[in-house]
C-alpha cells in the first residue's frame, strides 16, 4: 500500500519551504493549529475581562474567560458572606441584534464560592461579543 502524503508549506522570517508530510500528520497539524487560534483569542478575552457586578441583592465576580474543547467558559465568584443563587445568560447578536447563540446557568453558590461554567457558545465568536446577564 503506497503512503499517501500531503504538501506543506512552512514559512520562516527568512524563507517558506515545501515540506512533503504524510498525510495523516495534516491532520494533527491542523488540529494544532486550531488549538493554538484558540488559545491566542482566550488569553487575548483574558486580559481585556475581569467583570464585579454588584446589586442589593447580589455580589458576584466574572473572571477567566477561556476556550474549552471549543465553547467559552469563564469562573464565576459569589463575592457574598452568604450562600446565593445565581442566575446568569449569556447571548449574542447579529448585525441587527436579533438573537443567534445563548446559554443559561442557574447555581447555587456557597460564601465566596467559584464556579466555571460552560457555554454552548462556540470560541469563534470573539469573547467581547458575548452578552452577559447575571440576576
Known amino acids: 500500500m503506497k503512503k499517501q502524503t500531503c504538501l506543506i508549506a512552512h514559512r520562516t522570517n527568512s524563507h517558506e519551504e ?22 491566542a483569542r482566550a488569553s487575548q478575552a483574558n486580559q481585556l475581562f475581569s467583570k464585579t457586578y454588584k446589586t442589593s441583592s447580589l455580589t458576584a465576580k466574572l473572571k477567566n474567560p477561556r476556550c474549552q474543547k471549543g465553547f467559552w467558559a469563564i469562573d464565576l465568584i459569589n463575592l457574598r458572606e452568604s ?10 447578536v447579529d448585525s ?36 452577559i446577564n447575571l440576576r
Open 18 to 39: 515545501i515540506m512533503k508530510i504524510p498525510l495523516f500528520l495534516t491532520l494533527v497539524v491542523s488540529l494544532a493549529a486550531v488549538a493554538k487560534a484558540d488559545e
Open 83 to 92: 450562600y446565593s443563587w445565581i442566575f446568569v445568560t449569556f447571548w449574542t
Open 96 to 131: 441587527e441584534g436579533d438573537p443567534l447563540e445563548s446559554s443559561e446557568h442557574s447555581n447555587e453558590f456557597k460564601p465566596k464560592e467559584r464556579k466555571t461554567l460552560a457555554t454552548t457558545i462556540s470560541c469563534s465568536t470573539e469573547f467581547g461579543n458575548v452578552n
